[in-house]
């Protein structure tokens, strides 16, 4: 728990009004840090009362029930509450996005060493290193496969690692093994032995090289250049019940955004995120992700990556409803939910762009016109219309070249050669094979 001194729930001794929301140890928790310990809630008239937690199923739990308020969120946990899949059905918002990007699939020295007979890199792209896994899959003798572990079945990363495997031909449900850990044992079970793999925030793979039992193989911005990963979630019945409080929960993490991703407060941040009640790794690891320069391997020099991790930049923080979309065609490509007009619609209308622009109306912030975009067609960086001012969207493009349009949903996850079948019925099949935890 937070030693951070606050009134308890519901507590306005001090005039604020109480919000309690969960996190887990990543670096792109930043922006409910920086909100809560920068005065950014303060000045919105909000007592931000943090809680740690170690995995998301625990984060999850706690929102559902009522524990939390709001949460970090995966950007896929809202969508997967309001459809109902893999756990019992709340109706849930993503009212903002909290980051983009900073991911990375980290793989074992082993595991890497035989990735590199095969012609793997560092640095290189992720076609080129996905290759060099498939050749090392089709060359064992062995009948186990390879297990690779993401955070959470509704993760961008399950769906980044299974988007990287499949584009290199192989069959995530059939060729690995997918498993769940929490981020901060991700490390400890590599080492282990018990994963070949893993895909998780930062700062755990960097730590996982420092210790020297990972080799980072990808980054999600190789993969999906700012792309949708962390979002702001609550109950639909909270948000309806307290349209005030997080219009004003919104405004605050709008301005702690920009400033956690202002270079200028670049040290202060790492120190603050170093904190023991939140990271409590060292400022220098949690640097490397906020400057963009991974270090892949030990004793090598740092990877520059463009848009590894982005909170403000290029409307990082906009609910976008083709980020829902896309997550939704993930989800029925991997046989997770089937496809249909109703649950389309449900995905979509769980990103709430209205709420963002109504919280931060008169405040001067540009904010898109657009509610959706297509996904993957920006190869620079465009101008687009944003009131009567313009905005900067960088480069979205997927490794691939391949283009989402939220328009051509069905089309798109037809366009996959691999994918699984889901389950009869209105049952679900869970990512996780052994089980959600």
């Given at each position: 728990?937070m030693?951070q001194?606050?009134?308890?729930?519901g507590?306005a001794?001090d005039s604020?009004?109480?919000?309690?929301?969960?996190?887990?140890?990543l670096?792109d928790c930043?922006?409910?840090?920086?909100?809560?310990h920068?005065?950014f809630a303060a000045?919105?008239?909000?007592t931000?009362?943090?809680?740690?937690e170690?995995?998301?199923?625990?984060?999850?739990?706690?929102?559902v029930?009522?524990?939390f308020?709001?949460?970090?969120?995966?950007?896929?946990?809202p969508?997967?509450?309001?459809?109902g899949i893999?756990?019992?059905?709340?109706?849930?918002i993503a009212?903002?996005?909290?980051?983009?990007g900073g991911?990375?699939i980290?793989v074992?020295?082993?595991?890497?060493?035989?990735m590199?007979?095969?012609?793997?890199?560092?640095?290189?792209a992720p076609g080129?290193n996905g290759?060099?896994?498939?050749?090392v899959?089709?060359a064992?003798d062995?009948?186990?496969?390879l297990?690779?572990?993401?955070?959470?079945p509704?993760?961008g990363?399950n769906?980044e690692?299974?988007?990287?495997l499949a584009?290199a031909g192989?069959?995530?449900?059939r060729?690995?093994r997918?498993?769940?850990?929490?981020?901060?044992?991700?490390g400890?079970?590599?080492?282990?032995g018990?994963i070949?793999?893993f895909?998780v925030?930062e700062?755990?793979?960097?730590?996982a090289?420092?210790?020297g039992?990972g080799r980072?193989?990808?980054t999600?911005?190789?993969?999906?250049?700012?792309s949708?990963e962390?979002?702001?979630?609550?109950?639909r019945?909270?948000a309806?019940?307290n349209?005030d409080?997080?219009?004003?929960l919104?405004?605050a993490?709008h301005?702690?955004?920009?400033?956690a991703?202002?270079?200028?407060?670049?040290?202060a941040?790492?120190?603050?995120?170093?904190?023991?009640d939140h990271l409590n790794?060292?400022?220098g690891?949690?640097?490397r992700?906020?400057?963009?320069?991974?270090i892949a391997?030990?004793?090598?020099e740092?990877l520059e990556i463009p848009d590894?991790l982005?909170f403000?930049?290029?409307?990082?923080s906009?609910?976008w409803r083709?980020?829902a979309l896309?997550?939704?065609s993930?989800?029925?490509?991997?046989?997770?939910v089937p496809?249909?007009?109703?649950?389309?619609?449900?995905?979509?209308?769980?990103y709430?762009?209205?709420?963002?622009?109504?919280a931060?109306?008169?405040?001067?912030?540009?904010?898109p016109?657009a509610?959706a975009?297509v996904?993957?067609?920006l190869t620079?960086a465009?101008p687009?219309?944003?009131?009567?001012k313009t905005?900067?969207?960088?480069p979205?493009g997927?490794?691939?070249?391949?283009i989402?349009?939220?328009a051509e949903?069905?089309?798109?996850i037809?366009?996959?050669?691999?994918?699984?079948?889901?389950l009869?019925?209105?049952?679900?099949?869970?990512a996780?094979p052994?089980g959600?935890?």
């Amino acid at each position: 728990m937070m030693s951070q001194a606050s009134p308890s729930r519901g507590d306005a001794s001090d005039s604020r009004t109480v919000v309690c929301a969960g996190f887990i140890p990543l670096t792109d928790c930043a922006p409910l840090v920086v909100a809560a310990h920068k005065g950014f809630a303060a000045d919105e008239g909000l007592t931000l009362e943090l809680h740690r937690e170690t995995s998301w199923a625990t984060i999850r739990d706690r929102v559902v029930f009522g524990h939390f308020d709001v949460a970090q969120m995966l950007a896929p946990m809202p969508l997967a509450r309001s459809l109902g899949i893999g756990h019992i059905k709340v109706p849930m918002i993503a009212p903002c996005a909290l980051s983009q990007g900073g991911n990375a699939i980290t793989v074992s020295a082993d595991l890497w060493q035989r990735m590199e007979g095969a012609g793997a890199r560092l640095g290189a792209a992720p076609g080129t290193n996905g290759a060099a896994l498939a050749a090392v899959i089709k060359a064992r003798d062995r009948s186990e496969p390879l297990v690779f572990a993401m955070v959470y079945p509704f993760s961008g990363h399950n769906y980044e690692l299974r988007y990287w495997l499949a584009a290199a031909g192989i069959h995530p449900d059939r060729d690995v093994r997918l498993i769940v850990v929490p981020p901060p044992m991700m490390g400890a079970a590599l080492a282990a032995g018990q994963i070949d793999g893993f895909c998780v925030g930062e700062p755990w793979s960097s730590l996982a090289v420092d210790e020297g039992s990972g080799r980072i193989a990808a980054t999600k911005a190789d993969i999906w250049r700012q792309s949708p990963e962390k979002v702001l979630g609550c109950r639909r019945d909270w948000a309806d019940a307290n349209a005030d409080t997080l219009a004003a929960l919104i405004r605050a993490l709008h301005a702690a955004a920009r400033w956690a991703d202002d270079p200028g407060n670049r040290d202060a941040l790492c120190a603050l995120l170093a904190h023991p009640d939140h990271l409590n790794v060292p400022a220098g690891v949690i640097g490397r992700a906020l400057t963009g320069r991974l270090i892949a391997a030990p004793g090598t020099e740092p990877l520059e990556i463009p848009d590894f991790l982005a909170f403000h930049r290029h409307a990082a923080s906009f609910p976008w409803r083709s980020h829902a979309l896309w997550i939704y065609s993930q989800m029925v490509r991997w046989g997770q939910v089937p496809f249909s007009a109703e649950g389309m619609r449900a995905a979509a209308d769980t990103y709430r762009p209205d709420l963002y622009r109504a919280a931060l109306a008169g405040t001067g912030a540009v904010i898109p016109n657009a509610s959706a975009k297509v996904e993957g067609a920006l190869t620079r960086a465009e101008p687009v219309a944003a009131g009567d001012k313009t905005l900067t969207l960088g480069p979205d493009g997927f490794f691939d070249e391949r283009i989402f349009d939220p328009a051509e949903v069905e089309a798109y996850i037809a366009s996959f050669a691999i994918h699984t079948e889901p389950l009869d019925g209105d049952a679900v099949r869970p990512a996780d094979p052994s089980g959600i935890r």
